[in-house]
């Protein structure tokens, strides 16, 4: 069964400064997503990531997947208050069809 | 380009009744999934259809089914709620297997 890490779950940022969530994943897959989740809103995606070695970059954040190692890292840096939300890696549970895998969530708040 | 459609957005019904949550894709993607939401449990995946056809199946009991019409719209019912099925629902298209999914805003169903 497929299941799928996030650490940590709760991440407190101090404005500009850098910080990493990790995702780990527990069988082969060679898709992984990023979403962010604002309070009462739904999912928007932020990066696919598709083979080994993917490198995503929008604005503040910088995703990368080693599927060797089965995990993925977001990387945020000088952080901005409206960075604060939660954020998603998903893996897809098998080849034939769309069945995404969620972590837990990393919920991140940003104070200057 | 119009997205991913769920209504109603809100719900608020009784124990023991059955509930009925629709979802219409965006269009050209014959892809739907569905997933719960709540705070305890995170993200689940619940199924997903494509073509009208059920391709992947979470690890829900059976009052949880649904179903896909010619034109890629879905519903999903659940029957004999309990308080534990009050969660945020959400659906999501995609043209097909690996490719991306897109999220609706859900359904924010509340059992009491």
């Known amino acids: 069964e497929l299941k799928v890490e996030q650490n940590p779950l709760f991440l407190s940022m101090q404005e500009g400064k850098n910080y990493t969530i990790y995702c780990n994943y527990s069988?082969?897959?060679?898709?992984l997503y990023w979403y962010r989740q604002d309070p009462g809103k739904s999912l928007e995606s932020l990066f696919v990531l598709l083979s080994n070695g993917a490198v995503k970059q929008e604005g503040r954040l910088m995703a990368s997947l080693d599927t060797k190692a089965r995990l993925s890292t977001l990387h945020i840096t000088a952080a901005v208050h409206d960075l604060s939300a939660t954020y998603f890696c998903?893996?897809?549970?098998?080849?034939?069809?769309?069945?995404?895998?969620f972590g837990k969530g990393t919920t991140l708040s940003v104070s200057s | 380009k119009a997205g991913v459609t769920q209504t109603p957005r809100y719900l608020i019904k009784t124990r023991g009744q059955q509930v009925t949550l629709s979802c219409s894709p965006i269009?050209?993607?014959?892809?739907v999934s569905w997933y719960q939401q709540t705070p305890g449990q995170g993200l689940q995946f619940l199924f997903e259809y494509f073509s009208e056809t059920q391709r992947n199946k979470g690890n829900f009991p059976g009052r949880f089914s649904g179903r896909q019409f010619s034109n890629s719209r879905s519903e999903m019912n659940v029957s004999t709620l309990e308080l534990g099925d009050s969660a945020l629902y959400l659906c999501?298209?995609?043209?097909?297997?690996?490719?991306?999914?897109?999220f609706g805003q859900g359904t924010r169903l509340t059992v009491v």
């Open positions: 999501a298209s995609a043209r097909d297997s690996n490719f991306e999914a897109f």
């Open positions: 269009s050209g993607h014959r892809s």
């Open positions: 998903a893996v897809e549970a098998n080849q034939a069809g769309t069945a995404l895998i």
């Open positions: 069988t082969t897959s060679d898709r």
